[in-house]
Structures are given as structure tokens and as C-alpha cells.
Nanobody
Framework: QVQVVESGGGLVQTGGSLRLSCAAS????????MMWYRQAPGKERDYVATITSGGGKYYADSVKGRFSISRDDSQGKMMVYLQMNSLKPEDTAVYYC?????????WGQGTQVTVSS
């Protein structure tokens, strides 16, 4: 079992930055990858970024060059960060952290990001 909790959302102006955090705790030794998804109002959930157990990083085209995913598992739990720069109004969404574990997928409750124009 893995518990996933996101934090760091908020309101920011166009062009601003935010850093989202995701804390995964529990059985973290069998995590294959950590991912971020987002869901804007009235739209389907979209993929944002991935960081693999080997450190590989992948991004959706819409955020490439603006967002950066990283992780820190030195403190007994897996921390994953999403640094978001040059934010646009279309980045407004609820952002979800997903833990891809050998036992299944674990989702956080989401954190709201609102970018004002």
C-alpha cells in the first residue's frame, strides 16, 4: 500500500511559477514510476510528466521546456516535485500525483492550480 499526498497548488499570474510536491509513503521500494496528471474543468484528465525509478524524465508536449519533474527519496519516503514555470491560463487544472507501484496505481487527492490572465 502507498499513500500519496499532493501540495503546493495555488493562484498565480500568467508567467509565474509554482512548485507542486507529492509525498508517497508506505511501500515505496516497489515504485516503478511517479507521474503527474491534470484535469481542467469540463475536460478529461491529461498526462503531464513522468519520472521513472531509473531517473528517466518524460513530459507532455504542452509542458515541455516549462515544467520540470524531480524526486528525492533520501528521507524515507518518496518526494516528487513538479516545478512549473512560465505558467499560462490553460495550465489551470487540478493536478494529481500518481504512484505506479507493482501492486497497482495510487492517486492523490489533487491540488488546484489556477493561473490568472
Amino acid at each position: 500500500q502507498v499513500q500519496v499526498v499532493e501540495s503546493g497548488g495555488g493562484l498565480v499570474q500568467t508567467g509565474g511559477s509554482l512548485r507542486l510536491s507529492c509525498a508517497a509513503s508506505g511501500s515505496i521500494f516497489n515504485i516503478n514510476q511517479m507521474m503527474w496528471y491534470r484535469q481542467a474543468p469540463g475536460k478529461e484528465r491529461d498526462y503531464v510528466a513522468t519520472i521513472t525509478s531509473g531517473g528517466g524524465k518524460y513530459y507532455a508536449d504542452s509542458v515541455k521546456g516549462r515544467f520540470s519533474i524531480s524526486r528525492d527519496d533520501s528521507q524515507g519516503k518518496m518526494m516528487v516535485y513538479l516545478q512549473m514555470n512560465s505558467l499560462k491560463p490553460e495550465d489551470t487544472a487540478v493536478y494529481y500525483c500518481v504512484c505506479k507501484h507493482v501492486s497497482g496505481d495510487y492517486w492523490g487527492q489533487g491540488t488546484q492550480v489556477t493561473v490568472s490572465s
